[in-house]
């Protein structure tokens, strides 16, 4: 096997500390409306699961499998990063819920933080909405 660098960068080698742990969609539509938001958050350095359809599989698994491996991902970044926040971020227009009412997708991303919270009840864990127009608290 033959390895050739083909592009030059600088990235920084210390091990570091997340501020949390973000799961998201993978719809980059949101995806500068987050970063801005984790920002103002005081979230800065981040471990991002991206999954299409976001916490779905957390509190809508299509196979337990699919649960196991996205809280396995949730503790690999407690265990590597000390994470010991997690932001949840659903949103308008996901296309892993087609046309279901905004309502159902909320209450997924509560359902899916209830999960978490049982299952590492250190962790704090918290539900946010985005729309077009920003991010929305889910209380
Ligand atoms: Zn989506």
């Known amino acids: 096997m033959v390895m050739e660098k083909v592009f030059h960068f600088d ?6 500390r997340a501020d949390a742990c973000v799961i ?14 984790l920002k103002r958050r005081g979230v800065a350095t981040f471990d991002q699961v991206k999954i299409p359809g976001g916490v779905k599989p ?7 499998a699919d649960r196991d491996f996205v809280l396995r991902m949730v ?6 990063h000390g994470s010991e926040r997690v932001l949840i971020v659903a949103h ?10 905004i ?3 909320t209450a997924d991303a509560v359902r899916a933080a209830e999960f ?11 539900c946010y909405f985005a729309d077009f127009d920003g991010i ?3 209380g």
């Open 103 to 105: 309502e159902v997708v």
């Open 24 to 37: 998201t969609c993978f719809d980059a539509r949101f995806d500068l409306a987050v970063r801005k938001f």
């Open 136 to 138: 929305y608290g889910i």
């Open 58 to 64: 957390l509190a809508a698994p299509e196979c337990d």
């Open 75 to 80: 503790r690999t970044s407690m265990r590597l």
């Open 92 to 101: 308008r227009e996901c296309g892993a819920y087609a046309d279901a009412p």
């Open 116 to 126: 978490l919270r049982a299952s590492e009840p250190r962790l704090a864990v918290e």
């Open 11 to 16: 990235s920084p080698r210390e091990v570091y």
